[in-house]
């Protein structure tokens, strides 16, 4: 495992026969941050106990399993030191021990192995969502991948789309509605569909919005309406004698557009599956999490926190106290970027999860839901399954 990323120098005279702060800075680094393979085998062999049983994981079965033979009080002692570490902690005082949040950390990042998606899940993906039901339209594509995720974790699926703002524009309409009111329809280049009522200040005819959105059309299609908002712009102050009056509209009616429906939906199923897990004890904290899967914006907020916090690969992972939600506190996110112009895919569940088969999964589903918007389907799979 590294070190705290980061150099460290002293300026000062080492004395003969004297360890140097330096030599004592490594060996500090190595004692708090590095795992001997003796340790790394019975971390690794009591998170995957515990998360195939939901028990805690004592001693005496741990002999069976590890590779050096090794007695039951060899074994205590080393999980003592692997509890004072922070990386396991025990219910009870007679009970064995179980992972803490940073004992699932160092087992996903460095001690899973990583797994394929099985052929099962593989067959069931690929039916679900490219299946002429799924693409139908974005939105239904969205809603079963949601439930898809539910049903395969067995715990709760998330789906969020990209902002209006970052979808790339393949045809809007505006529409006059009474009292300063105009619809706005736009078509992404995946064909969603958003609608929203945006007020102005002046009175449009049904003409001018006519020309101002075939302008948009011919001229920005393929673009987001943000980089269309700042290429008017641009373009008011290069042609401003020409276009002032249209360049105008367009920045104007594109503005509010932004500010009245740039929001990503939200596609939630499975939350009723965490009320049968042993994992979350007591109403309360289950109410409030139950609680919480209904406020949309909290829901983008956890997917969206997890997805930038992922350094490395495509699929990231908040574990317990990393999420900064309290409500959070028990619970693991694992979820994927979906979409190029933004948005993602996610599962919820306990801290105790299947790791391995489940970052295949959201890594995999996301994929196949990623080409289906923008390729508009396809039949051929990319991955090859286990056999």
């Known amino acids: 495992m590294t070190g705290l990323g980061f150099d460290v120098s002293f300026g000062v005279t080492t004395v003969p026969g004297k360890r140097s702060p330096t030599r004592l800075w490594s060996m500090l680094k190595r004692s708090e ?9 019975i971390l690794g062999a009591i998170v995957r106990s515990h998360i195939a049983t939901g028990s805690p994981i004592g001693s005496r079965a741990l002999t069976t ?27 009870h005082t007679s009970a064995g ?3 803490t949040d940073k004992g699932y950390r160092y087992y996903v990042d460095n001690l899973m192995v990583s797994a ?66 105009i619809l706005v329809i736009t078509v992404s280049m995946a ?12 009175e449009f005819s049904q003409d001018e919005l006519n020309s101002t959105a075939r302008y948009l059309i011919e001229d ?11 290429e008017l712009l641009e373009r008011m102050n290069a042609e401003k004698a020409l276009y002032d009056t ?19 939906d939200v596609f939630i199923e499975g939350a009723s599956n965490i009320i049968s897990k042993q994992d979350f004890a007591g109403a309360e904290p289950l109410r409030a999490l139950l609680k919480m899967f209904e406020e949309k914006g909290r829901i983008v907020k956890i997917l969206n926190e997890c997805i930038d916090s992922g350094k490395l690969g495509p699929v990231a992972v908040r574990i317990g106290s990393e ?31 299947q790791y391995e088969r489940l970052i295949s999964l959201v890594d995999y589903t996301a994929k196949v839901c990623e080409r289906a918007l923008s390729a508009g389907g396809f039949s051929s799979d990319t991955q090859r399954a286990d056999g």
């Open 33 to 41: 941050y590095s795992f001997d393979e003796r340790k790394k085998e």
């Open 65 to 91: 399993r590890s590779s050096e033979s090794l007695s039951s009080a060899t074994i205590r002692n080393i999980c003592a030191e692997l509890e004072d570490e922070g990386y396991l902690t025990h219910p």
């Open 97 to 99: 021990r179980v992972p």
């Open 116 to 181: 394929r998606v099985s052929r099962s899940d593989v067959i069931r993906i690929n039916e679900r969502l490219l299946g002429a039901g799924s693409l139908a339209s974005p939105e239904r594509l969205m809603e079963r991948t949601s439930r898809l995720l539910s049903q395969l974790s067995d715990n709760v699926g998330i789906v969020i789309t990209p902002l209006a703002s970052q979808e790339l524009l393949h045809h809007i309409e505006f529409v006059k509605l009474a009292d300063l009111r």
């Open 191 to 202: 064909r969603r569909v958003r609608n929203c009522v945006i007020r102005v200040d002046s």
């Open 220 to 230: 920005f299609r393929g673009l987001s309406l943000e980089q269309i908002r700042e």
């Open 246 to 264: 249209l360049l105008r509209n367009a920045v104007m009616l594109c503005s509010r557009s932004l500010q009245e429906g740039d929001e990503p």
């Open 323 to 353: 999420n900064r939600l309290a409500d959070m506190r028990s619970c693991t996110v694992i979820a994927s970027r979906c979409f190029s112009q933004g948005g993602g895919i996610g599962v919820v569940g306990p801290t105790r999860l």
